[in-house]
């Protein structure tokens, strides 16, 4: 009976070690090198996207936004912010939490978002860390202009047709493909979907 008690603490014990090792494994990186990201509207209804990279401590943050029309993107702007969060205990205790709140802040500076060069993103469980573990605006993109034909291209403008000055008349249509009795109504079918005969 020990020697069944002893070797399921044993099994329990190796099954929590492997778990461990697994668990063990840096949750910060993947495999295209972003650690985190999210997106958000802005000011004037871009759609902005943005992506944390890591490189060794520093940690760089990626803004772009774009301006879309009909629902296709015309032209944007982005900029990078860099930080080192590590500094705060509350980012190596709970680096989910301090994610949502960066993200919170990007939201709510909309209107300062690439423009301000003194700008600093700041999770709110971090204020009173050091000023190396906020996010400092670092340098904007160039303007965002998409150059693709299609995005391009204007519209092709309507050639001018000439409206038609007299009213249709589809009765002898009507009489001759449906009948005298049932002229009247197939007349009137056919004024509905075809609406002039010029």
């Keep these: 009976m020990r020697l069944c008690g002893n070797l399921a603490v044993f099994l329990l014990l190796v099954w929590l070690a492997a778990g461990e090792k697994r668990m063990g494994r840096k949750k910060d990186e993947t495999k295209d090198g972003v650690v985190f990201r999210g997106n958000f509207s802005a000011q004037?209804?871009?759609?902005?996207?943005?992506?944390v990279t890591k490189e060794k401590t520093?940690?760089?943050l990626?803004?772009?936004c774009l301006a879309m029309r009909k629902g296709k993107p015309r032209s944007g702007y982005g900029c990078e912010?860099?930080?080192?969060?590590?500094?705060?205990?509350?980012f190596r205790s709970k680096p989910g939490a301090f994610w949502r709140q960066i993200s919170r802040a990007l939201k709510q500076s909309k209107r300062r978002l690439c423009a301000d060069p003194h700008a600093t993103l700041r999770a709110r469980a971090c204020k009173r860390a050091t000023a190396d573990a906020h996010f400092r605006f670092l340098k904007p993109y160039k303007e965002i202009t998409l150059t693709t034909p299609a995005l391009r291209a204007e519209p092709p403008e309507d050639t001018p047709t000439t409206a038609c000055t007299r009213r249709a008349d589809h009765r002898e249509l009507a009489q001759e493909k449906c009948g005298i009795a049932w002229g009247t109504v197939c007349n009137f079918l056919?004024?509905?979907v075809?609406?002039?005969?010029c």
């Design 44 to 51: 004037a209804g871009e759609r902005c996207t943005w992506t």
């Design 58 to 60: 520093q940690y760089t």
């Design 62 to 64: 990626n803004v772009t």
């Design 81 to 90: 912010y860099t930080g080192e969060p590590a500094l705060c205990p509350a």
């Design 190 to 192: 056919f004024s509905m």
């Design 194 to 197: 075809q609406n002039g005969d």
